[in-house]
């Protein structure tokens, strides 16, 4: 039987866009495909989830490869990408009613250090029961240690809880280590019907 409801968070509980990012930084053209390579799909972004580099560390990196009238433009699409957080629709309302059907609910995230600073300022955030952050561990999803520690931090069976994410690899390595769960294809709706399927009975509206 479930008892917990484990989220991911980017793309789940919050917007994580990378083109709405450059979008408000104004940048195009050759500078806009220049910086999300060398943010968004670098080596650094990665360690950085990992907790092998700050953000800080990781931006000085980044702009090494980057001209100097980028610099400051880098700083904001790495520290400040969260202001404003944009809630995926339906989502605050799903895990309201969760929390008011007595569930554990749980984050379980690929991100950084600076997760802390703006986690808090996420709506869903004070219905939590524990959150574990990739950078804090020196692991990340889809890594079966990842799991295993999750378990263990919050005296958690795996049968007995449920994840979403919206990355396929992330939930089949769930699966892998005994727990259910599916993607979120960022419809609230269809995640309703799919804990539905799983045995948790949320409304469906």
Excluded at 2 to 31: A, C, H, P, Q, Y
Excluded at 123 to 143: E, N
Aim: hydrophobic letters at 40%.
């Amino acid at each position: 039987m479930i008892k917990n409801i484990v989220f991911d968070m980017g793309n789940v509980l919050l917007r994580f866009d990378t083109d709405l990012f450059l979008d408000r930084v104004g940048v195009s053209g050759e500078d806009r495909a220049l910086l999300k390579r060398e943010i968004y799909q670098s080596l650094e972004w990665a360690r950085m989830d990992r907790g092998s580099l700050t953000d800080e560390e990781a931006t000085k990196l980044m702009c090494r490869r980057l001209p100097q009238r980028l610099h400051e433009t880098a700083d904001l699409l790495v520290a400040h990408w969260d202001r404003p957080i944009i809630e995926i629709p339906g989502m605050y309302e799903l895990v309201e009613e969760l929390k008011s059907m007595g569930y554990g609910l749980f984050l379980l995230s690929n991100a950084s250090y600076r997760q802390h600073e703006y986690w808090p300022r996420v709506p869903v955030s004070r219905f939590f029961d524990g959150t574990l952050i990739s950078a804090d561990v020196k692991l990340v999803k889809p890594q079966p240690e990842i799991y295993h520690l999750f378990f263990r931090t919050y005296g958690l069976k795996a049968e007995e809880c449920f994840f979403i994410d919206d990355a396929t690899n992330n939930i089949e390595g769930a699966f892998y280590v005994g727990m259910p769960g599916a993607v979120f294809h960022g419809d609230a709706l269809e995640m309703r019907y799919k804990l539905n399927e799983a045995g948790v009975p949320v409304s469906v509206k």
